[in-house]
């Protein structure tokens, strides 16, 4: 019983890094479907009621492709963490920092309130430890070919 439950689990560091990642992501992706002004108000924007909103206002359609995104993203995470898929991880890692950028500099620019800055460092901070995650797992694997290998 408990072997089938590690089974379950992400089987290296760079594996938890993007399972964290995942669940963390498909959270606030529920949260942007279920009760999307929660949502708003926890990533800095405030809510304007349905009753004030003008015709041609698409906030809403707009938050819940948003968050349908992100529990899919988040979902395809935890799927690739738990099969263990590391050109994945590798593969998010660039694109992650890149939305770190963006969104800082939508903060940057006036773009998006102060708030939405922690969505752009919750990216960055979460590439830079899958990153690391992936170097050391690469460099521990290289140190054992070494020592594995008499020629050396």
Not at 8 to 31: D, H, I, K, N, R
Not at 78 to 93: E, I
Not at 104 to 128: D, K, M
Request: glycine residues 12%; neutral net charge.
């Amino acid at each position: 019983m408990v072997e089938d439950f590690v089974r379950l689990l992400p089987s290296s560091p760079s594996g938890w890094t993007m399972a964290v990642f995942g669940v963390l992501a498909a959270g606030p992706g529920v949260v942007g479907l279920v009760a999307p002004d929660a949502l708003l108000e926890l990533m800095g924007f405030r809510p304007v009621p349905d009753s004030r909103r003008v015709q041609g206002d698409h906030t809403t359609v707009f938050l819940t492709a948003s968050s349908m995104a992100a529990l899919n993203m988040g979902v395809y995470y935890v799927l690739a963490a738990l099969s263990g898929w590391k050109a994945f991880f590798r593969w998010t890692v660039p694109f992650r920092l890149l939305t770190c950028a963006v969104f800082t500099l939508a903060v940057i620019g006036g773009r998006a309130p102060s708030g939405f800055l922690g969505v752009g460092l919750w990216e960055g901070i979460g590439a830079i430890v899958t990153g690391a995650a992936l170097r050391y797992e690469q460099r521990r694997a290289s140190a054992r070919e070494m020592d594995a290998d008499p020629a050396v």
